[in-house]
């Protein structure tokens, strides 16, 4: 079946999909809709995010599909404006409240703010939160490998994943080992680089004729061998089961430096590094 997503098993011991569904613009009754078809199509990684604004809309999705809750994967994250450790613990029951969920599968520090300097704070809040019941998997996104080493060194845990920009114009090859080092699955946002120019690229043009398959499949395959889990959004249904019919074909090392090789210092969609870009 090309619609079987396989797993991967996290550090926790939690399995993981291969490949999620992004949510981010999916609002309202087609957002609802869009989502319950993604599921109906085979995902079963939701991934949402309090800022988004569609945790409830994620919700509806989740009650309106026939998939038992405990065969779906729902992921949501934690906003910079509410690092401190008494507003996350109440932000993560918000998020619980607007989904109308019981729990998360696992839940993210949005980005680290190193410059408020509150992510360690934050970190131990979803430990916590875990331990209520809140959470199954604590991990975040775009943290660098210096604000991994310090959460490791102020609590003795490391996240489960790190989320991160990761599309062929910035393969992230050195954070991706760092994780796979330390055990942490990384997770690739905006894998299909937004449907940017990169959707026309000669290069991966020739790699997708060769095996009879879309730019996006050879992209979305990149992400699945570099055991990197992709989360691409698509409101459409034939899309959607495009970005999951991905594992009936093998794209040999040759292809995969090919499409590394795409990769430029400065292949950030919007320039937002986590060093000194912020979110709230
Ligand atoms: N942690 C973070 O800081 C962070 C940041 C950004 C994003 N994210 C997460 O990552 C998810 C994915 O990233 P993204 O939404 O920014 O970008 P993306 O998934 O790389 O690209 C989405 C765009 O690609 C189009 N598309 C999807 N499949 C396609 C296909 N097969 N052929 C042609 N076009 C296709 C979509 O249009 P249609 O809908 O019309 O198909 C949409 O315009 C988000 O939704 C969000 O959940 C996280």
Redesign the pocket.
């Known amino acids: 079946m090309t619609n079987q997503i396989p797993e991967i098993t996290l550090h926790d011991g939690i399995q993981i999909p291969a490949v999620?569904?992004?949510?981010?613009?999916?609002k309202g009754q087609q957002g609802a809709q869009?989502i319950n078809t993604a599921i109906t199509n085979g995902y079963r990684l939701i991934?949402?995010?309090y800022n988004?604004e569609n945790e409830a809309t994620v919700g509806e999705a989740v009650r309106r599909s026939s998939v038992p809750r405990e065969e779906l994967f729902i992921?949501s994250?934690l906003p910079g404006r509410y690092h401190h450790y008494d507003d996350a613990i109440v932000t993560i029951q918000e998020s619980l409240f607007r989904a109308n969920l019981d729990y998360y599968d696992l839940y993210?520090i949005?980005?680290p703010n190193p410059i408020q300097d509150n992510y360690v704070e934050a970190w131990q809040a979803l430990i916590d939160a875990q331990k209520f019941g809140y959470i199954r998997s604590i991990g975040v996104?775009?943290f660098l490998s210096e604000h991994l080493e310090r959460l490791e060194k102020e609590t003795g845990i490391l996240p489960t994943v790190n989320?991160?920009?990761l599309?062929p114009r910035f393969n992230q090859a050195e954070q991706l080992k760092w994780d796979t080092d330390h055990r942490i699955v990384t997770?690739?946002?905006?894998?299909?680089?937004?449907?940017?120019d990169l959707?026309q690229d000669k290069t991966l043009q020739k790699i997708a004729e060769k095996h009879h398959k879309?730019?996006?499949?050879i992209i979305?395959r990149w992400h699945y061998q570099l055991g990197a889990v992709?989360?691409?959004?698509?409101?459409?249904p034939?899309?959607?089961k495009?970005?999951i019919s991905i594992f009936d074909f093998e794209l040999s090392n040759e292809e995969m430096t090919m499409i590394n090789s795409l990769t430029k210092a400065e292949g950030r969609?919007k320039g937002?590094d986590p060093a000194v870009y912020e979110?709230f």
């Open positions: 999620g569904f992004g949510t981010y613009k999916l869009a991934d949402t995010a988004y992921t994250k993210l949005h980005w996104c775009n989320q991160i920009e599309h997770e690739s946002w905006s894998p299909l680089s937004r449907a940017s959707l879309t730019i996006s499949q979305l992709a989360i691409p959004k698509s409101a459409s034939v899309r959607q495009e970005n969609l937002q979110e």
